[in-house]
């Protein structure tokens, strides 16, 4: 491999990336609000009419996905029983709940994905277990830990706010529930609220159209999985070709009468290799503490510096990371690395080269495959894990639409234009993906009012701040169930739930247990650990600079207050998870101040 030809990679990646920069970053996108309002409203669930809540709970949490019921679940084993959880979907299941598009699988390991499988004794079918499985899941962590009794669905939060007096919080919401909670807690998710892409002309479609998180299958036809019978006298447009769009096209391939995928910029698609999970082999390895184990060994092939010993899960996202180890030592095939071209770039170089013939494998027509060949270097988008994305374009009833980096140039009352080529459909799906890089309390519609009357919105103005990514100085017996400026983020996000309940549980239970009325991170604390939170300053210039545009780098912009990358820089995420571990299990809480008051 020679630097002239990595020389020319980088290249072509950076003129890929300038036709997709545009001036109005993130603000081309649109909310699912106004207008189309409609569109985020719940197709899966009906609506039940109750009455106001004007009651008291230990804790509120809101947001009813992994978060929420993993944190009710380890409350309940700490002895905390009263707890309320409330979602504005019609269940449990966050993402799950609403993501319920034909194909929608998880692209993590069901091993380590799917939280709590040795205390609910379920099995995974599948090694990447397919969305209903996963909502199931979700929902039997809430009912096998009683947290339906007192859950609030389609209920959306409107406000809380910390009242000093009586040292509760107010929860209001916007079916006119106010009651008091002792602590709130918030697991929001980051990829939770969709968007639509502001196309000219977006809001002039005569046909149906709807957003890949809210599948309408009222008008496609069979419950998920099934063949989609309504589609195949339709000819029906797919917007996007991220994550959502690369596992539902292989369905919609064969059910429309035309399926046409209109891409900006292509993904990668790594193999998926699934499988189903062979019970015996299941019984075997699951011995007591299987599914800690395995979680450690995934963070550790993940992050740590060194490569362990053992990889258990074996696949595309820790072949990833030992890539990535391996090309940072500089031990890459070829040696003819350069002071100026980093090994990094030799093996993004090289693994693009083989993504891009499993392409010219797969893909029949030779004009189409050269379209679905990504040119961006690795780590700027979440790569995708498919093998029967490529095949669907060799249906003859499937066409690529490529917009050569533009996005689609217009939306009319019949069809999709680009390039001054109007496409006549009877359907549009966008797979137009989430908000990342806005204001957190933007995402969430509310602005919790902490201590003083301050708002969050105020407090995290120039960006979050946080000890642990959980505790909030100034608001006080609130906590957060997230990984934004926690101690690490990798591609499974359950684990770092799963630690951030753990940690929020055994706090409530110190709390409930001496019955202090307050507990409160110091600003002296949330400082120290905010002091080593923060963006490496190489990787963000290479992700302003070098990489194309996406929910990754604000969309080739500056990152802004609200960006993903905040990490707290400790040498490894397992050591991370371990600090936490040690930090609770101490029982000191050091950072954190307990109040009693006079009673
Ligand atoms: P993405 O943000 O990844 O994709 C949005 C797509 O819409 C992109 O292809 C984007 O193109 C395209 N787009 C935006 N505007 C236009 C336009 N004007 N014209 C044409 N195309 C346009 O959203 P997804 O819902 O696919 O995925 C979001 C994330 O959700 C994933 O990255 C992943 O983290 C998660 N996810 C995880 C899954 C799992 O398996 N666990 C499954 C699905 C999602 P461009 O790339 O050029 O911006």
Redesign the pocket.
């Given at each position: 491999m020679s630097r002239r030809k990595v020389s020319e990679h980088i290249a072509k990646n950076a003129a890929e990336r300038v036709k997709?920069l545009r001036p109005d970053g993130i603000d081309?996108?649109l909310p699912l609000s106004g207008g189309f309002a409609h569109m985020a409203e719940d197709p899966f669930t009906d609506r039940i009419e109750r009455e106001p809540y004007r009651d008291h709970v230990t804790v509120a949490f809101i947001g009813g996905g992994f978060a929420g019921v993993m944190t009710g679940a380890h409350l309940k084993e700490a002895g905390v029983t009263d707890i309320r959880i409330v979602d504005s979907g019609g269940d449990f299941g966050g993402t799950w709940y609403w993501?319920r598009y034909p194909g929608?699988?998880?692209?993590?390991a069901s091993m380590i994905y799917l939280p709590l499988l040795e205390e609910t004794g379920y099995v995974p079918t599948e090694w990447y277990v397919h969305g209903p499985e996963i909502l199931e899941h979700c929902q039997r962590i809430g009912k096998q830990y009683g947290l339906y009794e007192n859950a609030l669905f389609h209920t959306r939060v409107t406000g809380l706010e910390w009242d000093e007096t009586t040292r509760l919080w107010t929860v209001r919401t916007d079916l006119g529930d106010e009651f008091t909670a002792r602590f709130v807690s918030l697991g929001l998710g980051h990829?939770s609220t969709p968007k639509l892409?502001?196309?000219p002309g977006i809001e002039t479609f005569a046909g149906r159209a709807f957003h890949?998180?809210r599948w309408d299958y009222a008008y496609t036809g069979d419950p998920v999985g099934g063949p989609l019978g309504n589609l195949r006298d339709k000819r029906v447009a797919v917007?996007?070709?991220?994550?959502?769009?690369?596992?539902c096209v292989p369905h919609l391939a064969t059910a429309c009468r035309e399926l046409l995928v209109?891409?900006?910029?292509p993904?990668v698609i790594e193999v998926r290799n699934n499988r189903p999970i062979d019970p015996e082999w299941f019984a075997q390895m699951a011995t007591p503490g299987w599914q800690q184990r395995w979680l450690d060994n995934y963070a550790a092939n993940m992050t740590a510096k060194e490569q362990p010993a053992e990889d258990l899960i074996n696949d595309g996202w820790t072949a990833m990371a030992s890539m990535w180890r391996n090309a940072e030592e500089g031990s890459q095939p070829d040696s003819d690395t350069s002071e100026e071209i980093g090994g990094e770039y030799y093996a993004d170089m090289e693994k693009m080269g083989r993504l891009h013939a499993r392409v010219d494998e797969t893909v029949e027509d030779p004009r189409t495959a050269e379209l679905l060949k990504p040119w961006y270097h690795l780590p700027c988008?979440?790569m995708?894990f498919h093998d029967e994305y490529l095949d669907a374009y060799n249906v003859p009833t499937v066409r690529l639409v490529d917009?050569d980096?533009k996005?689609?140039e217009r939306i009319t009352p019949q069809g999709v234009v680009v390039d001054g080529t109007e496409y006549e459909v009877d359907c549009i799906i966008y797979?137009?993906?989430?908000e990342v890089g806005t204001a957190p309390t933007r995402r969430a519609g509310f602005d919790p009012v902490g201590r003083d009357g301050r708002r969050l919105s105020e407090y995290w103005a120039d960006g979050m701040r946080t000890m642990h990514g959980l505790h909030v100085h100034g608001f006080p017996n609130a906590f957060l169930v997230q990984p934004l400026t926690g101690g690490t983020r990798f591609s499974n996000l359950t684990h770092n739930l799963s630690e951030a309940a753990k940690t929020v549980a055994a706090v409530v239970a110190h709390a409930v247990s001496t019955e202090a009325d307050v507990v409160e991170v110091t600003r002296q604390a949330e400082d120290a650990w905010m002091g080593n939170v923060g963006i490496d300053p190489e990787w963000r210039t290479f992700l302003g600079t070098e990489c194309?545009?996406?929910?990754s780098n604000n969309?080739g912009m500056d990152l802004g207050p609200h960006s993903l990358w905040d990490e707290h820089e400790f040498p490894d995420g397992l050591g991370f998870f371990q600090h936490l571990q040690e930090w609770r299990g101490s029982g000191e809480f050091e950072g954190l101040e307990f109040h009693r008051s006079d009673r």
């Open positions: 997709r081309q996108y993501n929608a699988q998880c692209d993590i990829l892409p502001g196309i890949t998180s917007i996007g070709t991220g994550a959502s769009a690369v596992q209109f891409q900006r910029t993904s988008k979440r995708t917009t980096g996005g689609v797979a137009s993906g989430f194309t545009p996406g929910y969309e």
